[in-house]
């Protein structure tokens, strides 16, 4: 058994001051994932920091039985040298009927997420592997934010239980060899998905439900429900047949964020990764991907071509429909901008040139 003098001299090897290694001692810190801390995982055990639990179904009868509680360690193999070397593994079904991990602490209107290898797809077994998310207890019903794979495919999904994106054209072509980054930020109007830093998702999550529209640059999705503003973070394996996980403590994170964050978005050729700065029109109209403006109080939006044109903003109604908000004159190479009112679930821009060919050089929105 580490006591507390051995574990006072493991912290300090660590690099973490006195006042730090005070408040860890104290359980000060317990829970909390911030990058500051996250050593603290090569000193104390993994159950102060997550519940973990291993429920099996018994194929014939339908009787669960709880296998485990609290024994992570058990599962999820932790190299203190390397940390590419960690992985979890847990048993396969129907050992495995649900397997799930959750931090001690949740968070307000949180960000995070997991620096990881993935399974290879298809994945064995007839239910989800749900690789990082936020959840406000066991059952999506009461709202459920997360990176989920079943089958073959990858997901974002939303609050409801029905409300999933399929993002698998999203993944890195490497996603099973190499480690990448999976970012979710849970916002007041809007949950945000990341991979390696590049926006791949925004779900709509006020109950408001549409078509989803697909990337590229980035799928936007409704939800059916409001759901949740406060949640601990997750893995879980539910009748998923997966051999190792692999990411590591370190490179799991979660911390409160901000219910309402300043996003400044460049507008994209619509279900293109082009964006409309630096894109010249030969002909016609050119319309941009959609932008989630919804919960935004300030929306400003920015426009530049070095010809005269004419534009048409059109908002996405509650109903589901896009609809004429107003339209505009710009001058050639002149900066035209426009302050939104009112609320609107999605915003896009169509762009006419009165001459072709036009360069477009500015074309974003802000929104704060």
């Not at 001051?17 to 000060?28: F, H, N, Y």
């Not at 291993?54 to 009787?63: I, N």
């Not at 279900?271 to 016609?284: E, I, L, M, P």
Request: aromatic share 16%; net charge neutral.
């Amino acid at each position: 058994m580490v006591v507390k003098e051995d574990l006072r001299n493991a912290l300090k090897e660590l690099g973490l001051t006195e006042t730090d290694i005070d408040q860890a001692l104290a359980g000060k810190l317990a829970g909390s994932f911030g990058p500051l801390y996250a050593n603290k995982y090569r000193a104390i055990p993994l159950d102060e920091f997550f519940y973990s639990y291993l429920v099996y179904k018994d194929p014939t009868t339908g009787a669960k039985t709880i296998l485990d509680k609290q024994r992570l360690s058990t599962y999820w193999y932790v190299d203190n040298l390397n940390w590419q070397n960690s992985y979890i593994a847990p048993p396969s079904p129907p050992q495995n009927h649900f397997f799930a991990i959750y931090t001690r602490n949740s968070w307000k209107y949180p960000w995070g997420g997991v620096y990881a290898k993935l399974p290879a797809l298809p994945l064995s077994g007839s239910g989800p592997f749900d690789l990082f998310g936020f959840e406000p207890g066991s059952g999506s019903e009461w709202g459920l934010i997360a990176y989920w794979m079943g089958g073959s495919k990858f997901y974002a999904h939303c609050d409801g239980g029905d409300k999933s994106m399929d993002l698998t054209s999203s993944l890195p072509s490497d996603y099973s060899t190499a480690v990448h980054r999976y970012m979710i930020k849970v916002n007041r109007p809007t949950a945000e998905f990341y991979i390696d830093g590049v926006l791949v998702a925004v779900a709509i999550r006020q109950g408001i439900s549409f078509t989803s529209i697909s990337g590229p640059p980035y799928a936007v999705f409704g939800t059916t429900m409001k759901g949740f503003d406060e949640a601990p973070a997750f893995i879980e394996f539910n009748y998923a047949s997966v051999d190792k996980y692999r990411t590591d403590p370190i490179q799991f994170r979660a911390m409160d964020g901000d219910p309402l964050p300043p996003r400044a978005y460049p507008l994209y050729l619509a279900g293109s990764s082009t964006k409309f700065a630096g894109y010249s029109v030969a002909s016609g109209s050119v319309t941009s991907h959609p932008v989630p403006t919804f919960g935004y109080a300030g929306k400003i939006l920015y426009f530049m071509a070095n010809q005269a044109g004419t534009l048409l903003i059109e908002v996405l109604t509650p109903t589901g429909n896009w609809r004429t908000y107003d339209t505009d004159t710009v001058l050639a190479n002149t900066l035209w901008w426009y302050k939104m009112t009112g609320d609107a679930v999605l915003a896009r821009l169509t762009f006419t040139p009165s001459t072709y060919p036009c360069t477009i050089s500015e074309a974003g929105i802000c929104l704060s």
